[in-house]
């Protein structure tokens, strides 16, 4: 099932994996995906043991979400999307894979009491365009293109700066805000500037995603206390 959420000019596809079971009590997984990909028509293998429901969100510009005219992404904005996506959906576990990682983490900023424990993985996406001290690199755009992902979004994300400092400010709004004790899994194996910074921030080392999805699911079962 698909449902169509608004945000503004933009529909957000928000599509459900697997439905809550008759009678469950286990909290929803959130799944982000990568830069250039678009969610799951099905709950990727890694996720057949999470006990509750389980969603994934298009970002705009990719898969079936609506796409902005004249391009204009940033993870801020993206953001956006996911706390949108997070009040159709309620209290939840984050998932974010290479771009969705980083937005994960900024989303779980923007609603630390909302967030019961975020996962970041490896994917497509994941450094953006580095920390700034690189020189730009400006793609040309496929304007004319109709199909997701938008080429404007592949352009503006790929070279979205992840500023380490950006990344701090973010962590340290997660560690203010959050009632959890872990609020925030590194599962990565790709570590960019803004990840280490980031990982530093909260004191949280780099786990296995088995484990850090059995930290979460224990999560939904706290009563939060912020």
């Known amino acids: 099932m698909t449902q169509c959420l608004p945000l503004g000019r933009l529909r957000l596809a928000l599509h ?6 008759p009678g469950h009590t286990s909290g929803p997984l959130l799944l982000l995906h990568g830069l250039g990909e678009c969610s799951p028509s099905q709950v990727p293998e890694d996720y057949h043991r999470w006990p509750g429901p ?13 796409t902005p005219v ?13 706390v949108t996506a997070l009040d159709a959906v309620g209290p939840c576990t984050l998932v974010g894979r290479g771009l969705g990682a980083y937005v994960a983490l900024l989303a779980t900023a923007a609603r630390a009491t909302q967030v019961r424990g975020t996962v970041l993985r490896d994917g497509p996406g994941l450094a953006g365009g580095g920390d700034g001290t690189q020189s730009p690199y400006l793609p040309a755009v496929a304007a004319s293109a109709l199909d997701t992902p938008d080429p404007h979004a592949l352009a503006d994300l790929l070279t979205d700066v992840r500023h380490p400092a950006a990344a701090a400010r973010w962590a340290q709004l997660v560690r203010n805000a959050s009632p959890w004790q872990t609020p925030v899994h590194f599962c990565l194996r790709e ?5 280490l910074v980031a990982a530093g921030a909260l004191a949280q080392a780099f ?6 999805l059995a930290d979460c699911a224990l999560l939904h079962t706290e009563p939060c206390t912020p």
């Open 16 to 21: 459900t994996l697997r439905a809550p079971a």
């Open 54 to 66: 389980v969603h994934a969100l298009d970002f705009a510009g990719h898969g079936q979400s609506s």
């Open 70 to 82: 004249g391009g204009g992404y940033t993870c801020e904005a993206l953001m956006v999307q996911v």
């Open 191 to 195: 570590r960019p500037a803004w990840a």
């Open 207 to 212: 786990t296995p995603v088995s484990l850090a």
